[in-house]
Nanobody, 123 residues
Framework: QLQLVESGGGLVQPGGSLRLSCAAS??????IVWFRQAPGKEREGVSC????????EYAESVKGRFTISRDNAKARFYLQMNSLKPEDTAVYYCAVRQASHCRDYVRGTFDAWGQGTQVTVSS
């Protein structure tokens, strides 16, 4: 059974950077989506990368600051987060989407989820 493990979260000052990693237990031939959920808020789709890694999508709130990537050979997926803001504070999750593309990526079926990694942006 596919398992995902996120890492790389932590406490960072506003304007700082973090790189989240998501390690899969087996190879993944689907799109990968990063979600986040802040206390008292609904889960938000942050970014998606297609199976090939060629296409990606971002939420408006993170465009220009976050970059998603993947290393299919290592079954590793990444979210580089720059210029972090306090409103980026949340638990971040990676998920495997049952599709190869990122169209309408916040919807659909997700095969596996990680346990989440906490990101806190505060001075």
């Amino acid at each position: 059974q596919l398992q995902l493990v996120e890492s790389g979260g932590g406490l960072v000052q506003p304007g700082g950077s973090l790189r989240l990693s998501c390690a899969a237990s087996t190879s993944v031939t689907y799109a990968i989506v990063w979600f986040r959920q802040a206390p008292g808020k609904e889960r938000e789709g942050v970014s998606c990368i297609s199976r090939s890694g060629v296409a990606s999508e971002y939420a408006e709130s993170v465009k220009g600051r976050f970059t998603i990537s993947r290393d299919n050979a290592k079954a590793r997926f990444y979210l580089q987060m720059n210029s972090l803001k306090p409103e980026d504070t949340a638990v971040y999750y990676c998920a495997v989407r049952q599709a190869s593309h990122c169209r309408d990526y916040v919807r659909g079926t997700f095969d596996a989820w990680g346990q989440g990694t906490q990101v806190t942006v505060s001075s």
